[in-house]
């Protein structure tokens, strides 16, 4: 990929697809969904969902799985409006893009 | 490395971290690598680096450099204050190739760095110069008359000096020449005048013990009052020179 993803991108990204899952997901599949969109390295998202919890965008609860605890991840009510920040700014922020490619004469 | 191995390493790298920061990373790392699978286990913990690697992003989160600095994109984390040398491991925590770009940045901005200062320096050079000429011009009437009257005056004493030394000599010599002349001139003419000789005669030793006198002036002088001139001259030319450790 060309272009660099920024932090509030990632962020955002991370929110959106922790939102796909009512009851929440989990680290592993977190990673591996973002990983299916936009390269990223295994370890990139620990940080990331570490900081996100702390602000209050996501909380985490413990679920028995396979005789073992598996932390899940779901986001808040701080999260949402976050998440719709995100998406309304990339919505004109991506129009403008497109609009100004569509513009170029090639 | 195997997944414990990976695992016992991030802990010990993460033992002086506070407890639920350390359990929560833990945690994380445990389950995710758990959740890979045995058959993947070997791929993520390759791509996880190594255990340093992981703990030095740990860190480097808990200290807030992440949310303040950093940036996550998609080829990793990237934070210009990690340029320093010694945070390398921290520097680009998802690169592949992590010890290779972070070496040649900082050795690149090392002598950038150097060479600003380097730069500075010569800069400041040529005011430090062109001030100096400016003083040097601007006090040139005051110091050339005030070196002009030390110098006079140090070649007026110069000047005496040998004159006394060439006089004192020249009038020695004189007086003994005379009266060794005299005496001499006085005893021949004895033979014709016998008291003009006389005269002369005793003249002439008269002269010579006036030379006898000067003869021991100079003795005194040269040997004496010279040596003296020139040992105290030394003296305060070494006392002006290393201040007043030669003051006994």
Redo the contacts between chains.
């Keep these: 990929m060309v272009f660099n993803t920024g932090a509030a991108l990632l962020d955002a990204i991370v929110l959106a697809v922790v939102t796909k899952d009512q009851e929440g997901t989990y680290g592993y599949k977190i990673t591996q969904d973002v990983r299916n969109v936009i390269e990223i390295s295994e370890s990139t998202l620990y940080p990331v969902l570490r900081r996100l919890q702390k602000e209050e965008c996501l909380e985490v609860y413990d679920l028995a799985y396979d005789g073992r605890n598996r932390r899940y991840y779901r986001i808040t009510e701080k999260g949402r409006i976050q998440l719709n920040l995100y998406k309304s700014e990339w919505a004109g922020y991506s129009q403008k893009i497109s609009r100004i490619f569509e513009e170029a004469h090639i | 490395m195997s997944r414990d191995e990976f695992m016992r390493e991030l802990e010990y790298l993460l033992a002086d971290i506070p407890d639920e920061e350390k359990e929560?990373?833990i945690?994380?790392?445990r389950?995710?690598l758990?959740?890979?699978g045995a058959d993947n286990e070997e791929s993520?913990i390759r791509?996880?680096?190594s255990p340093e690697?992981?703990a030095a992003?740990?860190r480097?989160?808990m200290n807030g450099h992440?949310?303040d600095g950093?940036?996550?994109?998609?080829?990793?984390?990237q934070d210009e204050r990690f340029r320093d040398p010694n945070y390398q491991m921290a520097k680009r925590?998802?690169l592949?190739e992590v010890t290779r770009q972070p070496s040649e940045d900082s050795s690149y901005e090392q002598s950038s760095r150097e060479e600003g200062r380097r730069r500075r320096r010569k800069d400041r050079r040529p005011v430090r110069i062109i001030l100096w000429i400016i003083l040097i011009i601007s006090a040139s009437p005051m110091l050339l008359g005030i070196g002009g009257g030390i110098l006079g005056i140090l070649a007026g004493i110069v000047g005496a000096l040998f004159g006394a030394v060439v006089a004192l000599g020249a009038v020695t010599f004189a007086f003994l020449a005379a009266g060794f002349a005299l005496a001499v001139a006085g005893f021949t003419a004895m033979i014709l005048h016998p008291l003009n000789g006389i005269l002369l005669l005793g003249l002439g030793i008269l002269i010579l013990g006036l030379g006898i006198v000067f003869l021991a002036v100079c003795g005194l002088f040269y040997g004496k009052f010279l040596p003296y001139l020139f040992r105290s001259i030394i003296d305060i030319c070494n006392r002006f020179l290393h201040g007043r450790r030669t003051r006994t």
Excluded at chain 2, 70 to 77: A, D, I, L, Q, V
């Design positions: 929560d990373a945690e994380y790392y389950d995710y758990e959740e890979a993520v791509e996880f680096g690697r992981i992003m740990i480097a989160d992440l949310k950093g940036e996550f994109t998609e080829s990793g984390f925590y998802d592949p």
